[in-house]
């Protein structure tokens, strides 16, 4: 079965860094998503992204966030400048029709030292 | 605003007996209801959709409008049910994004 794969499974990153998730979404789905979760707490929606463009964003996507699908394959986060809070799992999902349920991915850890 | 409750984040219940696990709902609109299970260092997998009205694993759930809820049960729970499960609600037509409840955490005692 399909799934969709998430690069790389732990990233340890500097407070002020870059940082960019990398998603594989299933190769014919054409909604992608970013949700997170801080350790303890629930899956919170980040942004969701069709036909190139973002679809919906939270409250949590601020100016420091970004998403880009640079080629058939790929779907990223970009988190510009790490704060220690953006410490989390980060979860890829996708599905091709909005109407059908999301396949997610395992998940990245973020940590932010 | 949504919102998804599950007011238990621990649940432990012996091999062959019922399981429920609770959820309540809060949505102006038409909810779509899932639960997703979380096994042993896997990914979240969609469990059940309250549409399909499908019986996944031994487990059913089904949506109460009236009370807001989409408790998720099993007759008989098995050691292999042991997880972690989320319940999720989708707005608008489908599920153009999902808002999720905290979890149960599912132990089985054998």
């Known amino acids: 079965e399909p799934e969709v794969t998430q690069t790389p499974s732990h990233q340890v990153t500097q407070m002020g860094q870059e940082v960019i998730l990398r998603c594989v979404p299933i190769s014919n789905h054409l909604y992608f998503y970013w949700y997170r979760q801080i350790l303890g707490q629930k899956v919170e929606f980040l942004v969701s992204f069709y036909n190139n463009e973002i679809s919906e964003k939270s409250e949590i996507f601020d100016d420091q966030f970004s998403v880009e699908r640079p080629d058939g394959s790929n779907f990223t986060l970009k988190i510009r400048s790490t704060k220690l809070e953006d410490s989390a799992m980060y979860f890829c999902a996708s599905t091709w029709d909005s109407n059908q349920p999301q396949h997610f991915g395992d998940g990245t850890r973020l940590s932010i030292l | 605003a949504q919102r998804v409750t599950q007011p238990e984040k621990l649940l432990s219940v012996f091999k062959g007996a019922p399981v429920e696990l609770k959820c309540n709902y809060s949505?102006?609109?038409?909810?779509?209801l899932f639960w997703y299970v979380q096994y042993s260092r896997q990914r979240l997998q969609l469990l059940l959709r309250h549409i399909s009205r499908e019986s996944i694993k031994g487990f059913t759930a089904d949506l109460n409008k009236g009370e807001t809820s989409f408790h998720l049960k099993k007759p008989f729970a098995q050691e292999e049910d042991s997880a972690m499960y989320y319940c999720a609600l989708g707005t608008n037509f489908g599920n153009e994004k999902l808002t999720f409840g905290t979890g149960t955490r599912l132990t089985i005692i054998p």
């Open positions: 949505y102006s609109g038409s909810p779509e």
